[in-house]
Each structure stands twice: as structure tokens, then as C-alpha cells.
């Protein structure tokens, strides 16, 4: 387990799959140039890397990948499969079942071990999980996946609406033809060009949105046939740009947020990130406050805060103000000291900062609570025992009568 969790290791097998990618692009890009220049001059150009070296490196890789997966199966032993990184481990099992495949089908001559070769540079992927600075393009890896149900819907919209429209513009296309308006031309050749099948209309339409074509080009032979399908095919734009793409990519946006906000890994790392930001900004902030540079704070130093302007818009900037420094101070010095280390200070204050939750609130009625019942406990005590004490003395003490004649009532 420390080895898997050593951050030597993962940089490492890092870097071996980057020494692997760039192995594949080298090596793809020789067999294209020998193909090519096979097909143009007839003759096959020597290899820059020998079939048998390149083979054995390929096997070196395939090896320390299979290593790697059996080291942290070992390590993690069942939470491998069903601990929170269990879907990265089976993707690093797959990609790597596939290089073992690949070897094998190409040991047998089977062309199916070409298609094997598109899933190695799926490798490059393992780099963003291993290596902590690559947690932001992760957070983009995964919130695209998180995205792919709702491409989907997309695509099913995009299809349904772009139908609809490709059907309305076949049919103006149709009723042309019949009227024996349309002749032979540039006209015709461009109407059945772009709408002469379904599939055509189709893609006319969404090369209009896509970027593929301009929709100028595709809308002036509608634009021909009559005004009404001009304003139609300006509608399926003005549809398409300001409403469909506009919804969708705020429920993109969405989405992607939530599938972010959904993955634990990334929740602890920006937590882990955000308090030790605070923790620097507070350590620097009461820093400035140590005038005596002893590295401890006293109240005389919190006040100064409201004399400056700078320091109070700085102590606004963190969500805080000098009163509540100061309350944070009392609740802080226990002992009465006056005096409170700055470490300490700032360990406090990111205990006590922020609102209260509701476990905090449960938490004081407890508390509350259970000191009214001892209390409560003690009051019970102290008055059975006073009882106690005033019948004793009531006992032990002779009883004196007094004769009320003998009182002065003048």
C-alpha cells in the first residue's frame, strides 16, 4: 500500500505511459510515410525501428501495465473492485486487457488486432488520474462523461427537429417540380443538390448549423421557390442559434456542475485546497497584526484593526470584522492569558468561522441539556441536605418560649 500510494510511484507510471504514447505516434507515423511512399514509388524504405525491437519495447509496456493493475489489486484487495476508485480500476483493466489482446492477435495474424491499436492511445487518459496536477482536465474528463446521457437527448432533438424541417422543405421542393415551374438550370441542380433526399435535406440543415455550410447558400434556393419557405428557413435558424443551442448549453452546464459536485475525490481535494487557502490567508493576516513579531496576538493588537482601512477592507475580504475577531479571541483564551499564539489563533478561527449547522445547533441543546439536568441534580442535593441540617439543629438547639409580656410592643 505505501508503494501505490507513494507519489514517486505514480509519477513514474506516469511517465511510462507518456514514453508510451509517444512510442505509438513514432511508430504510427513511420509505418504511414513507408505505406506511402510504397504506394507512390513502389518501393517499401527500410524501417527507422526494427520489427523485433519495437515489438519487445510494446511488450515491456504491456508488461509494467499488467504489474501495475496485479500491484494495486494486492494492495486494495476487495475495495479494488467496489471502492470508490473501482471505475477507474476497470477502465485500467480494460485498457489494458486490450493490449494483451492486441498481442495476441497479432502473434495469430488476425486483422482484428488493428483495431486493438485505437484503444492505446486511450492510455493517455490514466495520466490525468495519476498525477495530482492533472486533477482539473479529470474534473473535465469526468463531467463530459457525466454528460453523455444528455448528448444523447440532444442528438434525438436535433435529429427530430432538423426532420421536421427537411420534410417541410422536400415537400415545397415537390410541389415545384409538379407545378412545371421549375426547369432545367442551376436552380434545379441546386434544389435537388441539398433536398433531393431526406438524408440530403438533412444534412443540408445541419451543416447550416454546424458550420459546414453557409446557410446563406443552402436558403436561396428555398428562398426561390417563394418568400413564405425563405422566412421558414430563417426561422429553423433563429430556432436553432438563439433557442435550442442556448437551452442546451445550459443544461449542459448543469450537468457537467453537478457530475463535478456528485464525485468525491474532487469535493475532498477542493476542500482540502479551500481551507488551506483560508489557513494561509489568516496566518498572513494576523501576521501583520503581530507588531512585536513574538508570534503572539494580544486584544490591543485586534483593535487596531478599525484605525486601518486597509486591514479592515483585507479582514472584510475573508468574511470577517473586528468584533468577531475579538469574540473568537475570548472564546479562544481560556486561561485569561491576554494572549494567544498566532498557530493557535488561526486553528480557532477556522473551528469557529462560518455558520452555525445544524449538528453545531443539536449539539448546544445537548450541552444545554445535560447541564440543566446536573443542575438540576445539584438544587435537589442542596435541598434535602439543608433539610437535613435545619431539622438537626432544630433538634440540638432548646427550644426558648417567650413571654409576651415581657415584650416591649410600646
Avoid at 102 to 122: D, G, K, T
Avoid at 269 to 290: A, H, I, N, P, V
Wanted: some cysteine.
Amino acid at each position: 500500500m505505501r508503494i501505490i500510494k507513494n507519489p514517486c510511484f505514480s509519477t513514474t507510471l506516469a511517465l511510462v505511459v507518456m514514453a508510451n504514447a509517444i512510442l505509438i505516434g513514432i511508430s504510427t507515423q513511420d509505418g504511414l510515410r513507408r505505406s506511402f511512399e510504397k504506394v507512390t514509388t513502389g518501393i517499401e524504405p527500410p524501417r527507422k525501428v526494427s520489427v523485433t525491437a519495437s515489438t519487445a519495447i510494446e511488450i515491456s509496456f504491456s508488461v509494467i501495465f499488467l504489474f501495475e493493475i496485479i500491484l494495486r489489486m494486492c494492495a486494495y484487495k476487495l475495495s479494488f473492485w467496489v471502492g470508490p476508485e473501482a471505475k477507474w480500476n476497470m477502465f485500467d483493466m480494460c485498457l489494458v486487457g486490450s493490449s494483451v489482446a492486441e498481442r495476441i492477435f497479432q502473434a495469430s495474424n488476425f486483422s482484428f488486432a488493428r483495431i486493438l491499436r485505437l484503444f492505446r492511445m486511450v492510455r493517455m487518459l490514466r495520466v490525468l488520474r495519476m498525477v495530482p496536477m492533472f486533477k482539473g482536465l479529470q474534473k473535465m474528463l469526468i463531467s463530459l462523461c457525466g454528460c453523455m446521457l444528455s448528448l444523447v437527448w440532444l442528438t434525438i432533438l436535433m435529429v427530430l427537429i432538423i426532420y421536421v424541417f427537411a420534410i417541410g422543405f422536400m415537400q415545397a421542393y415537390l410541389r415545384e417540380l409538379e407545378s412545371g415551374r421549375l426547369m432545367l438550370g442551376k436552380k434545379l441542380e441546386d434544389l435537388d443538390a441539398m433536398y433531393g433526399t431526406v438524408g440530403q435535406s438533412m444534412l443540408t440543415l445541419f451543416m447550416t448549423v454546424s458550420g459546414g455550410q453557409d446557410w446563406k447558400d443552402a436558403m436561396d434556393p428555398i428562398a426561390a421557390i417563394s418568400p413564405i419557405h425563405g422566412c421558414m428557413f430563417l426561422f429553423y435558424i433563429i430556432f436553432i442559434f438563439f433557442g435550442v443551442l442556448n437551452v442546451v448549453t445550459g443544461v449542459f452546464v448543469d450537468r457537467a456542475l453537478e457530475t463535478a459536485q456528485a464525485d468525491k475525490d474532487f469535493v475532498v481535494l477542493e476542500e482540502l485546497q479551500s481551507r488551506k487557502s483560508d489557513m494561509k490567508d489568516l496566518t498572513d493576516f494576523f501576521t501583520m497584526l503581530d507588531h512585536d513579531r513574538d508570534g503572539k496576538l494580544c486584544r490591543s493588537d485586534i483593535t487596531i484593526v478599525d484605525k486601518d482601512q486597509w486591514l479592515e477592507a483585507y479582514l472584510a475580504s475573508m468574511d470577517m470584522t473586528e468584533g468577531t475577531l475579538l469574540e473568537m479571541f475570548d472564546i479562544l483564551d481560556c486561561e485569561d492569558s491576554g494572549a494567544l499564539t498566532v498557530s493557535n489563533f488561526v486553528e480557532g478561527c477556522m473551528r469557529i468561522r462560518g455558520s452555525a449547522k445544524a449538528i453545531d445547533l443539536h449539539a448546544t441543546l445537548l450541552e444545554t441539556r445535560t447541564r440543566f439536568l446536573v443542575i438540576e441534580d445539584f438544587m435537589e442535593f442542596a435541598a434535602a441536605h439543608f433539610e437535613t441540617m435545619e431539622a438537626t439543629l432544630a433538634n440540638a438547639l432548646p427550644q426558648r418560649k417567650i413571654d409576651p409580656r415581657s415584650l416591649n410592643l410600646s
